[in-house]
C-alpha cells in the first residue's frame, strides 16, 4: 500500500473539532511538530470565522513550542494529558482555559486503553522512517506511540529528516496486554530488551505522511552553581555513605534523576565520586550529562523513554552508534517508568520538590497551592517503588522570600509513606525509620534555611507537640498565605494565625 | 534438634530492653499473643524496679489487645512500623509516648531487609505446627512472617493450638530476593501458587517453644446500616455500569476491598447483584463477608494475607477444609499488596477514606490533621496500582458536625493522582478524566451531603475559579479550625477567613 504524502496543513484539515489526538514524543523529544503548527493554525482561522475549534490531547509527557504553546495560544485545547512545561501552556491552564489531568506517566497509555479518557481519533506519530507495511521507527523518544496508534481510526506520521535514520535500533516497543491477560514486564537488568525495535500499525489506518526537517525542541537548562553543585554533592556522599553500611549493594543501584539542572548536577556529582562504581540509569528522561558519563564509562547503561538532550548532542550520538547501540535504549513510557520494574530493579529515585513538609510530605506540581508548574511527571511512577526515594530542593527560592521547607505543604503530590530523603544545600534529612515528629526535627535541623529555623521551630511551639503529627490548621499553611499577601514568608506574623 | 519447650514467661525473658522484636500476623489474625501479653508484664515489673524497658515492634499490619493494647499501657514499645488499630495504642500515639511509622504494608518487609529499620533481634512467630528441622506452619495470617525470621537472630514459637493443624496447606509463603536479584512476583491469577506450605528456619534459632490456646483476636464489626447499604450500592451500580460500557471487562476483574462495615456492605452489594458475574477476591484482609460469599459460589477464590474472621467463622473454615482448600490462600503482605501483582490482575480497589477534599485527594489516616487513626495500611499499595480505585466514606461523621468531604484534606494519604472515583451515600463522583476544576463540581455536587453543599460552593467563590486548583490558602483547612474550636463545622464563618 503506498503512502500517501500529505501537507502538515492537509494533514490538519483531517483533524476535527472535538477530536482527541494523540502524539508521539515525551518531552519536546521525538514529539509532533509539524501538524499541531498547522492544527494552531486552523484553529485560529476557525475561530476567527466564529467556529469553535478544539481539541484533546493525549502525549507521553510534555512537547514543545510547536505543540503545547502554539495550541495553548490559539486557545484550541479543551483538555490535555498528562503533563507539560510549556510556558504558554501553564499561562492557559492556570487561568481556567484548559481542563488539564496531572497523570502518572507510566497510567497513561492504559488509562486510555481502559477508555478513561474518551477516543483517540488521530494519532501524529514522529518517524525517521515508515513502511509501506505499516512499520513506524520512531525517533528520540519512546511515549505511549504503540498505544495511540492501536487505539487511533487515523495515523499520520510526521517523517522527520532532522533525525538521523541511525536511531533505528535503540528502540523497544513494546505494550503489555491489559487485564486479566497481563503478563510480568520482564525487564530483569537495565539493558534487557523485551519487544521490537519498531511500531507494527495496521498500514490502512496510516491517512497521511508529512516530510518535515524540524529539530526537537529541547529546554536548556541553567548551568549548575553552587547550590546546585552542593545538593549534589550531599546526595554523593549520601549514597556513599549508605553503601559503606551495606544498605546499597556495592555492585550499587540503578539511578533515576529528574530533569533540570538539580538532576544535572547530581549525576556529575555521583560521575565524578571515587567511591561509586560505574552504574547504571534506569530513567525516564536522559538528558546531556548521562551522555556525557556513558562516554566517560562512569554510566554503564542508559535506559530511558526520551533523549531529552541539545541537538548537538542527540547528533553526536547519532554519528556515534556503533559506541552507543548497546550502552543505550528507548523505551514506551509504560516500562521506563513502570513501579513493577522499578521495585524489582531496585532504582534510587532523585527527583525536584517544589516545596517539601517538616514532616517529609512533597509539592511536585503547585506553587503556592494553586497555580500548576508542570504536574508531577514520572516522580510517583518512580518515587514508592524505589529502593531509595529522594527529593531535592534549593532550601529557598525567590532570593529567600520563600523557604521550600513548611510546616505542610500547600499541594500534596508525595506522601510522608513515600518519601525516605530530603536533601538541600545545607544537608540531608534522612526520614527512614523515623516517626514524624522524629522527622520534623530532622528536616529542620539539616535542611531548612537558617533564616527559617527559627520561623519554622516556633511554628511547632503552637502545635500540641504530642499528636502523630503536630499541626495547628489555622497556621499550618500560614507561611504561604504571608507570602501570597506579603510577597516574603519572613514577614510571618504567627499571632495573625492564633485565637 | 529436640525444640526446647518453654513458658511464654521464659520467652519474655529473652528480650532486651532496646531490642526489636518482628512479629507473625496481619491483623490481630495470626499474631503472637503470649509472649508479648508476658512481655507487658516483664516490661512493667522492670520500669517498677526503675529501669528503661522498651522495645520496637515490627509486624505485617496491626495486632491484638495482647501485642499492642498492653504493651502501650505498660509503656513498652518505643518504636513501632507499619501499622495498628488498638485504642490502647492509639492514644499513647497521640500523646507522644511511641514513635510510630505509618509504612505502606507492601514495602514493610523489604525496608526490614533493606536494613532501614534497625536489627531484628527476635521473631516471635504464631504457629499451629513445627517440626525440628525448622518448617513453621503458619496459623491464620501471612504477613512478615519469612523475612523477621531470617532476619532475627533468635526464633520463639507460639504453637497455639486455638489454630487447627487443618490451615496447614492454605499457605502460600514466598520470599521475593532483593536488587539485583529480584525476578517477577510470579502471580498471574488470583490463585497462583508460588511458594511453599511452611516457613523454613535455620532450626538452630528456635530458642523456645510456647505452647498456647488462645484464640485470635479479631474485632468485631457493627453492622451494615442503611448509609453503608446505600454506599454499597452505589459501588455495585457503578461497577455494573461500567461494564456495560466496556471499561471493566466482561468477566469482571478481581476486587480488593478495605476492612470495616462499609467493606462489607460493598461486598454484600456486590455478592447479590444479578449483574456481577462470581468474581475473584484479591485483598490484604479477608472478612466473614467474602466466606460466606464463596459457600454462596458468588466468590470464586479468596487470595490474602489474613483470615481476619470472627472465630466461629475462622472454625467453620478449619472444619470444611476440603471445601475450601482450593479457594483460599493466604501470602505474605509483600505479596498480596504487591503493587506488581495488584496492576497486573487489575484490581478494582475499594478503601474507606476519613475525609476526601473535592479535588479527589484522600486522608486515610489523620482525624482534623494531628491524630493517628489506625494508618495507611494497605491501602496505598491497592490504590495507585489498581484497575480502578475507589475510596467510600459516609457523607458526614458525628451526626453531621463533621464533613467528609473539605476543601483541602488536613493530612493527604493518597494523592488526586491516584484516585478515580469517590462514594458517599449520596453517589459517585467519577473523576477520571477530569481536570480538578470539574472534579469539584462532581464532588460537591454528587458526593456532599446537601447541607455542606453550600458551605463548599461558597468557599469555591472565595477563590481565583481559575487556577489549576483554585484554593485560598488561610481557608483552606478552615472547616477544621471551626470543628476544632466550635465542635461543629456547620459553624463556619468564612469572613473569619477573608481578609
Redesign the interface.
Known sequence: MALNFMTAEEAAELINHGDNIGLSGFTPAGTAKAVTFALAKRAEAEHAKGHPFQVGIFTGASTGNSCDGVLSVAKAIR?R?PYTTNKDFRKA????E???????LSQMAQ?LR?????KVNMAIIEACEVTEDGKIYLTAAGGISPTVCRLADKIVVELNSAHSKESIGMHDVYEPL???Y???I?V??PNDRIGKPYVEVDPKKIVGVVKTDWPDEARSFTSPDPVTDQIGQNIANFLVSDMK???I?K?F?PVQSGVGNIANAVLGALGSSQDIPAFNVYTEVLQDAVIDLIRKERVKFGSCCSLTVTNDCLNSVYDDMKFFKDKLIIRQSEVSNN??VI????VISINTAIEADIYG?INST?I?????MNG?GGS?DFT??A?ISIFTTPSTAKDGKISTIVPLV?????????V?IIVTEYGVADL????P??RAIEVIEKCAHPDYRPILREYLSY?????????F??G???L??TF?KTGDMRNIDWSKYLD
Open positions: 483538555y494529558a491552564v492556570n487561568n481556567g484548559i481542563s488539564y489531568n496531572d497523570i502518572h488509562e481502559y477508555g478513561f479518557l474518551g491489559d487485564p486479566p497481563r503478563r510480568e520482564p530483569f537488568k553500611k551495606g544498605i549493594p555492585s543501584l513501579p513493577e521495585r524489582r530493579l531496585g510530605n503547585h503556592m497551592g494553586t497555580k500548576m508531577i510517583g514508592r517503588p529502593y500547600a499541594h500534596t503530590d508525595h506522601t510522608e509513606h513515600d525516605n527512614r525509620g523515623k516517626g515528629k522524629e502545635t500540641d507537640g504530642k499528636s502523630q503529627t503536630p499541626h490548621m489555622k499550618a499553611l500560614a504561604h498565605d501570597i
